[in-house]
Nanobody
């Protein structure tokens, strides 16, 4: 069983930066990929980024490439999402999740454990 908790959301101006953190607990090992998803008002939840359990492989949706960076620190059981050059369209509730796979999957159905979400609002 894995618990996932996000933090670091908030209000930021367009062009600014924000770093989200995701702490995972409840398991003695962490051989699972981690991912970030987001859901804007009135829209479906979408994939943002993922990272393999070793942290050597990452995957990003096209809209955030070059702006967002996912990383993890397994010693701290924490994954991060560094968001730079934020745009108003990045406004959403961001969710962290742990996958059943070890590779950086982008398939939502691969993720078994989900956090409660953290709000990110980017003003114009």
């Amino acid at each position: 069983q894995v618990q996932v908790v996000e933090s670091g959301g908030g209000l930021v101006q367009a062009g600014g930066s924000l770093r989200l953190s995701c702490a995972a607990s409840g398991r003695t090992f962490s051989r699972y990929a981690m991912g970030w998803f987001r859901q804007a008002p009135g829209k479906e939840r979408e994939f943002v980024a993922s990272i393999s359990w070793r942290g050597s492989s990452t995957y990003y949706t096209d809209s955030v490439k070059g702006r967002f960076t996912i990383s993890r620190d397994n010693a701290k059981n924490t994954v991060y999402l560094q968001m730079n050059s934020l745009k108003p369209e990045d406004t959403a509730v961001y969710y962290c999740a742990a996958a059943r796979e070890s590779f950086a999957t982008h398939q939502e159905y691969d993720y078994l454990y989900w956090g409660q979400g953290t709000q990110v609002t980017v003003s114009s």
